[in-house]
């Protein structure tokens, strides 16, 4: 049985990771690239943010953290768009070249322990009180605004460019429009949120660990694709919600399968398992129906025959 601190764990984590969803929902399905960026975007928010914690400025090192992102992002578009690296190949080779950066920026230490460091949780303790659920309020707060400006974005000018870039590229260099720019804004925007998802969970669980980011895409892409798989495909606000959602009932998933008693060293196999049997779902479905037609019209031509 979930207790209640479970339960707004689960919650608090699902909307933490939600940012990563919501990344990857601008760049998997609205520009149309499978960017592998995510883990050391990811693990480049937890350093710059713990950093900039140590320091003494905790806000500053969610701020500090998007920009680092959207770097990270900048590096991987450039690769893709000028010089002519295929875009999976482009994420790689950012992320492999993150891992030396994220050390470099934790001082070449593989962790930076924050337990007695003020974090933005520490300060909505002392503002909202003890008895409040402080860390849920912040989390869910942080990724609300997130949700509605990426949103609010996307129906810009600029943000419809980027939707169309995804949607059919020929026809918006057909248009004027550089292709290139918006598919670097998008990055950009992409691994900012990714980074500004691993900066607030470094600040909630107080370190910062090199290994953070590993298997990110994969769990991102779970929540997000859980979140279709329940809600459909519809406006752009039921995309991003289906996307939070997913990130939650994932998160729910984890909570179960630690409750029972399943080894963590197995949970990256289980995150798997979830991504591909969501990935499948109309597959099956439809492979399921299929298979319920054909068994039906053959017993429908055994009672004719009898």
Same mark, same amino acid.
């Given at each position: 049985?979930f207790?209640?601190?479970i339960?707004?764990?689960?919650?608090?984590?699902g909307f933490?990771y939600?940012l990563?969803? +919501?990344?990857?929902f601008l760049?998997?399905?609205?520009?149309?690239?499978?960017?592998m960026?995510?883990?050391?975007?990811?693990?480049?928010?937890?350093a710059?943010?713990?950093t900039?914690?140590?320091?003494?400025?905790?806000?500053l090192?969610l701020?500090?953290?998007m920009?680092?992102?959207?770097?990270?992002?900048?590096?991987?578009?450039?690769l893709?768009?000028?010089?002519?690296? @295929?875009s999976?190949?482009?994420?790689?080779?950012?992320?492999?070249?993150?891992?030396t950066?994220?050390?470099?920026?934790?001082?070449?230490s593989?962790?930076?322990p924050?337990?007695?460091?003020p974090?933005?949780f520490t300060a909505?303790?002392?503002?909202?009180g003890d008895?409040a @659920?402080?860390?849920?309020?912040?989390a869910?707060?942080i990724?609300?605004v997130v949700?509605?400006?990426?949103?609010?974005?996307?129906?810009?000018?600029?943000?419809?460019?980027?939707?169309?870039?995804?949607?059919? @590229?020929?026809?918006?260099?057909?248009?004027?429009?550089?292709t290139?720019f918006?598919i670097?804004?998008?990055?950009c925007?992409?691994n900012?949120m990714?980074?500004?998802?691993?900066?607030?969970?470094?600040q909630?669980q107080?370190?910062?660990?090199?290994?953070?980011?590993t298997? +990110?895409?994969?769990?991102?892409?779970?929540?997000?694709?859980i979140?279709?798989?329940?809600f459909?495909r519809?406006?752009?606000w039921?995309?991003a919600?289906?996307?939070?959602?997913?990130?939650?009932?994932?998160?729910?998933?984890?909570a179960?399968?630690?409750?029972?008693?399943?080894?963590?060293?197995?949970?990256?196999? /289980?995150?798997?398992? /979830?991504?591909?049997?969501a990935?499948?779902a @109309?597959?099956l479905k439809k492979?399921?129906? +299929?298979?319920?037609?054909?068994?039906?019209?053959?017993?429908?031509?055994g009672?004719?025959?009898?």
């Open positions: 049985m207790t209640v601190a339960v707004q764990s689960a919650l608090e984590l933490i939600a990563v969803a +919501m990344a990857l760049s998997f399905r609205v520009l149309n690239i499978a960017d960026t995510t883990d050391g975007a990811f693990t480049l928010g937890c710059v943010s713990a900039a914690a140590v320091a003494g400025h905790p806000v090192g701020v500090l953290a920009l680092a992102g959207a770097c990270a992002g900048f590096v991987t578009a450039f893709q768009t000028r010089m002519g690296v @295929p999976i190949l482009a994420g790689i080779i950012t992320n492999t070249g993150l891992y950066v994220n050390l470099a920026v934790m001082g070449f593989s962790n930076v924050m337990l007695k460091t974090t933005v909505a303790k002392a503002a909202l008895g @659920p402080y860390k849920l309020i912040l869910a707060g990724t609300l949700c509605a400006a990426l949103i609010a974005f996307l129906g810009t000018r600029l943000g419809l460019s980027i939707r169309a870039t995804g949607d059919n @590229p020929d026809m918006v260099r057909a248009s004027s429009i550089n290139a918006t670097t804004v998008g990055l925007i992409s900012s990714t980074a500004l998802s691993g900066a607030v969970l470094a909630y107080k370190s910062a660990d090199i290994n953070l980011g298997g +990110m895409v994969v769990i991102g892409l779970a929540s997000l694709i979140g279709e798989t329940l459909g519809g406006g752009m039921i995309k919600a289906a996307a939070v959602a997913g990130s939650v009932i994932y998160r729910f998933i984890i179960i399968a630690l409750r029972a008693n399943v080894p963590s060293e197995c949970l990256k196999l /289980i995150s798997a398992i /979830i991504v591909a049997l990935i499948a @109309p597959s492979n399921l129906t +299929m298979y319920r037609r054909r068994t039906a019209a053959r017993q429908g031509r009672r004719d025959h009898a």
